[in-house]
């Protein structure tokens, strides 16, 4: 196997491990409102992801490292033709973390309140915008022969990019639920659990229907396979959520995520990202990759630091495994 392919494999790796992992915890800022019924309510809510949602990040960070210095012709098309709907993404992002760190720094309730909005603004924009994003990048956009972007906004949100984005926010939301049912106990962890029981059969049908239509585009038996094997996950996740198997049902969710992140990039590959116009504009893992000595030194980089980093996130979710409630939460 190439450096290229290597590379690639990475790539899809790190922006999966992002999608499972804040996945949750945008679920989870997403339903602040709808599972949080007080103050205290919507403190154990936040508590869950508190240790863990900066963390989380940093798998986009990475990801979007390794893009620029892997592949630096993808990176400068993907961000300058979608400056606009990852602009709003980051803009949503820094007003999240901001909200975090502030919504209690003030005891009165209209304070809180305008926090709790950005924190819950801030987590859907962003499971909303990523999977129009994922859609546009695995069916391709306009790219001249410069392997320029040379469509507008209204181009990326055509109906299989809204699909792509309805259903990145229904599997975050019952990722997050069940999250939630798995993190807490008493009234929080039986509405969870319910709620979870109800997104679920959406997230499947939009899940199923997302992934047959991306088959149409490209497909193979690999990532039909991949398709098979998420829509099962998810199946299982619903049946071990009515069951109140909660750590199941989350890894049947997470299951879920990946494979459908894995499916996406199967179809995608060997391009990066295609041309609807003009098919010399279409970028491959070839013509967008950097030097092989570039690539030769990135993966030992890679070979090092990879493990510290996921050895220290294990421990900091080993950390903080226990369940929370309102008993935990001072007045």
Do not use: C
């Not at 039909?224 to 049946?239: E, P, Q, R, S």
């Not at 980089?301 to 226990?322: E, S």
């Amino acid at each position: 196997m190439d450096l290229t392919t290597v590379w690639f494999l990475l790539i899809a790796v790190l922006f999966t491990g992002y999608f499972i992992l804040e996945g949750f915890d945008f679920g989870v800022g997403a339903l602040l409102p709808v599972l949080g019924r007080n103050d205290r309510e919507r403190r154990v809510l936040i508590n869950t992801i508190g240790p863990v949602w900066d963390g989380n990040e940093v798998w986009l960070i990475t990801a979007a490292g390794g893009l620029f210095a892997a592949f630096p012709e993808w990176y400068a098309t993907l961000f300058s033709g979608f400056y606009l709907p990852l602009l709003l993404i980051l803009l949503a992002l820094i007003g999240r973390g901001v909200a975090f760190e502030y919504r209690h720094k003030r005891p009165d309730a209209p304070w809180k309140q305008r926090w709790d909005a950005v924190i819950t603004i801030g987590s859907t924009l962003p499971a909303i915008g990523w999977g129009i994003i994922l859609a546009n990048i695995t069916r391709g956009v306009p790219l001249d022969s410069d392997h320029e972007y040379t469509g507008g906004l209204l181009d990326l949100l055509h109906p299989y990019a809204l699909l792509g984005g309805a259903t990145t926010a229904a599997l975050f939301l019952t990722h997050g639920a069940v999250f939630l049912a798995l993190k807490t106990n008493g009234d929080i962890r039986t509405r969870a659990g319910h709620l979870a029981t109800r997104t679920t059969p959406a997230a499947l049908a939009l899940t199923t229907a997302f992934l047959t239509w991306t088959l149409t585009h490209r497909h193979n038996p690999t990532a039909i396979t991949l398709a098979t094997i998420a829509t099962l996950a998810l199946t299982g996740a619903l049946v071990a959520t009515r069951a109140r198997r909660e750590g199941w049902a989350f890894a049947g969710t997470a299951a879920a995520i990946g494979l459908t992140m894995a499916t996406l990039f199967a179809t995608l590959y060997p391009n990066v990202l295609p041309s609807t116009t003009d098919p010399t504009g279409t970028l491959t893992v070839v013509n967008a990759a950097s030097t092989p000595y570039t690539l030769t030194i990135m993966s030992w980089v890679a070979l090092v630091f990879t493990p510290v980093v996921l050895a220290y996130q294990g421990w900091t979710y080993w950390v903080f495994r226990r369940r929370i409630s309102v008993a935990n939460i001072p007045h």
